[in-house]
């Protein structure tokens, strides 16, 4: 198997596949590929756990379904681009070392990679889109590629160093590394001071890779630019309302 990674601002991973060999991702993740590729659609792969595996991802953040992209005739092209501005990081997993992941941080990954609900805490409406805040635990055995928004920057913790972080700016840190949910510190600085009420405390040891542009961010910028008009159209619409639902409840 080979890959690369092209592009800078919206960067594409690239794959060339020999004969019977697989990557997986999330439903709708695939940009392009070649004659020789098959594609299977599953509620899970190896280790999974089934539909058990596939609920618990559902709750990360993640999709009820999976796409194998499996080469069948060797070799075959398959790639998968960003959604956003931002980064494709590698990650080795397995031997007594997971990840936790942003929501959406999983783009792809080899067959063994799994994924399923790391933490899940509900900060209220209002707050960071009203989601509350969700990672993902990326396991199993393999390679995995994560997508992080905005640039990365990487920090290694010591024992005992403790990042504090907005949480939208948490993109993927490894398993030694405890994480917990904090207020901000002083009731001025909560509610007059901007940067919401909660924190992440990342306490090391283990490596962080923070990025710098939260989706929800990006959002509330662009929503700025949309007319009000159009906001109410595309909200009128009850059967797009309605499958639009159906979709963001899969993904």
């Known amino acids: 198997m080979q890959n690369r990674i092209v592009g800078t601002t919206m960067p594409v991973l690239e794959f060339i ?26 509620t899970q792969f190896a280790g999974g756990g089934g539909i058990f595996g596939a609920i618990k991802r559902v709750a990360g953040g ?5 796409t194998e992209y499996r080469s069948m005739g060797g070799p075959g092209e398959l790639a998968f681009a960003t959604r956003v501005p931002g980064h494709i990081v590698p990650v080795e997993v397995g031997n007594g070392q997971d990840y936790f992941i942003h929501r959406h941080g999983f783009l792809c990954g080899t067959s063994q ?4 609900i790391g933490f899940q805490q509900s900060l209220g409406a209002g707050f960071f889109g009203g989601d509350g805040f969700i990672l993902q635990r990326l396991n199993g055995q393999g ?8 640039e990365v920057v990487v920090k290694d913790l010591a024992a005992g160093e403790t990042l504090r972080v907005h949480p939208g700016h948490v993109g993927a840190f490894q398993s030694g590394v405890s994480f ?19 924190l992440a405390a990342l306490t090391g040891p283990g490596r962080v890779w923070l990025q710098t542009l939260p989706i929800s961010r990006l959002a509330r910028q662009i929503a700025e630019y949309i007319p009000a008009q159009t906001q109410q159209t595309a909200e009128s619409g009850v059967v797009g309302g309605i499958v639009g639902s159906l979709l963001n409840g899969m993904r």
């Open 143 to 150: 390679t995995a590629w994560l997508e992080l928004s905005g």
């Open 17 to 42: 596949l020999d004969h019977n060999e697989s990557i997986i991702s999330e439903a709708g993740e695939l940009s392009w590929m070649g004659a020789s590729i098959q594609m299977t659609t599953h």
């Open 180 to 198: 917990q949910i904090q207020t901000v510190p002083g009731i001025r600085n909560m509610f007059f001071g901007g940067d919401g009420i909660f």
């Open 113 to 116: 990679i799994t994924l399923g």
């Open 62 to 66: 993640g999709s009820f379904f999976m």
